[in-house]
């Protein structure tokens, strides 16, 4: 079966850093997403991703944070100068359809840890 | 916006039913998911409703939605102490931006 795959599975960075987090989504998904899990919280939305631009972003996706889709089947999120608060699980998704809202699968995963 | 509120923690004997209760709030909600997440692990899609369901059986698993109340539950039938993770809750309104609740922790005893 298909499945979203995150690389690395633990980042460790130290505070003011740049970090870039990898995501190979399902091969022929349209939309991709980035959310993010601090220890012991919800899982808040980031950003989504579509035809090679942003579609939507929430209020914790600022000048820090980057998406790029670079060739044709990553997904990166940068972020530019870590600090203590990025560390948090970090997690990709995709879905298949355009225009029709549709189930969105998950990867593994990112944990990254900002010392 | 969208907020999606559940219960934190949940305990139930091998073999029981387990039923996990969220709320929320956006009337404009189209689908809502049940994610599974053991620990360590990332999110595991468990199954979804589209809000013109009520009801959404899917084996061992029960998926019940009261859009009057903006109520969705989940049921376990013969819960197993594999079943032991936490179970989110999520709505999507349309926007491709999930909102989660806070997860409940289901515990299975032997």
Known sequence: EPEVTQTPSHQVT???????????????????YWYRQILGQKVEFLVSFYN???S???????????VERPDGSNFTLKIR??????????????????????????????????? | GEDVEQSL?????????SVINC?????????????????GAGLQLLTYIFS?????????????LNKKDKH?????????????????????TGRRALTFGSGTRLQVQP
């Open chain 2, 72 to 92: 969705l539950s989940l049921r376990i039938a013969d819960t197993q102490t594999g079943d032991s993770a936490i179970y989110f809750c999520a709505a999507d």
């Open chain 1, 81 to 115: 100068s870590t600090k203590l608060e990025d560390s948090a699980m970090y997690f990709c998704a995709s879905t298949g359809t355009s225009g029709v809202t549709d189930t969105q699968y998950f990867g593994p995963g990112t944990r990254l840890t900002v010392l």
């Open chain 1, 14 to 32: 130290q505070m003011g850093q740049e970090v870039i987090l990898r995501c190979v989504p399902i091969s022929n998904h349209l939309y991709f």
């Open chain 1, 56 to 66: 939507e972003k929430s209020e914790i996706f600022d000048d820090q944070f980057s």
């Open chain 2, 52 to 64: 013109n369901m009520d009801m959404k059986q899917d084996q061992r698993l029960t998926v019940l």
């Open chain 2, 23 to 39: 709320t929320y709030t956006d009337s404009s909600s189209t689908y809502l998911y049940w994610y599974k997440q053991e620990p």
């Open chain 2, 9 to 17: 923690f949940l305990s139930v004997r091998e073999g029981d039913s």
């Open chain 1, 52 to 54: 090679n631009e942003i």
